[in-house]
């Protein structure tokens, strides 16, 4: 069992940076893979970012790659996420996820955080 509280939401301006942070407790943690995805108001939830457990791999959604990087400290059960450069049509809640399999879909990640508001201002 994962449980996953994210923190660093806000509301920003075009263009600036933002960090979110997800703490993780459970013994799993190290071995899951984490990832985020996001949902927009009236939009589905869609695949930001996703890091592999050991191996380091990672793999990003084309609108965000170049501006997002997601890692990991796992001495701190830690997942991060990096936003650079954002946009107006970043805004979204930013959720947290972790599981056993290395996938892009929802259905590939068995823990789900509450989720954080990012708003990103033109």
């Known amino acids: 069992q994962v449980q996953l509280v994210e923190s660093g939401g806000g509301l920003v301006q075009a263009g600036d940076s933002l960090r979110l942070s997800c703490a993780a407790s459970?013994?799993?943690?190290?071995?899951?893979?984490v990832g985020w995805f996001r949902q927009a108001p009236g939009k589905e939830r869609e695949f930001v970012a996703t890091?592999?457990?050991?191996?380091?791999?990672?793999a990003y959604a084309d609108s965000v790659k170049g501006r997002f990087t997601i890692s990991r400290n796992n001495a701190k059960n830690t997942v991060y996420l990096q936003m650079d450069s954002l946009k107006p049509e970043d805004t979204a809640v930013y959720y947290c996820?972790?599981?056993?399999?290395?996938?892009?879909?929802?259905?590939?990640?068995?823990?789900w955080g509450q989720g954080t508001q990012v708003t990103v201002s033109s």
């Open positions: 996820v972790a599981g056993r399999r290395y996938g892009l879909a929802p259905g590939d990640y068995d823990y």
């Open positions: 459970g013994r799993t943690f190290s071995s899951s893979t």
């Open positions: 890091r592999s457990s050991y191996g380091g791999a990672t």
